[in-house]
């Protein structure tokens, strides 16, 4: 079972700035498009950035000019630098690491981010 790690979540006022980090396995993780997502209570996971092998980044409209997707090969991570929170940001954050021409799709367990003053 293949384990990403995320880390970095919490409890923000609004306005602040939170990293998150998702290790993924070496074997795979420069040939593997990378991602998170988020889902609030009630409402269902959504795409928040992603970035190709390439370097290629897409952001949800909610999150452009606020958040940034970066990946490091060198250390197998991937993170997602989220500024100017609101409270509408507050989610469970997943991190994704998938490569449909090697059939992988792996899902870190989330981690907690709460935007609240």
């Known amino acids: 079972q293949v384990q990403l790690v995320e880390s970095g979540g919490g409890l923000v006022q609004p306005g602040g700035s939170l990293r998150l980090s998702c290790v993924g396995p070496?074997?795979?993780?420069?040939?593997?498009?990378s991602a998170w997502y988020r889902q609030a209570p009630g409402k269902e996971r959504e795409l928040v950035a992603s970035?190709?092998?390439?370097?290629?980044?897409i952001y949800a409209d909610s999150v452009k000019g606020r958040f940034t997707i970066v990946r490091d090969n060198t250390k197998n991570t991937v993170y997602l630098q989220m500024n100017s929170l609101k409270p509408e940001d507050t989610a469970d954050y997943y991190c994704?690491?998938?490569?449909?021409?090697?059939?992988?799709?792996?899902w870190g367990k989330g981690t907690l981010v709460t935007v609240s003053s």
């Open positions: 994704n690491l998938r490569s449909d021409v090697r059939g992988v799709n792996y």
């Open positions: 970035i190709s092998t390439r370097g290629s980044t």
């Open positions: 070496g074997s795979i993780f420069s040939v593997t498009a």
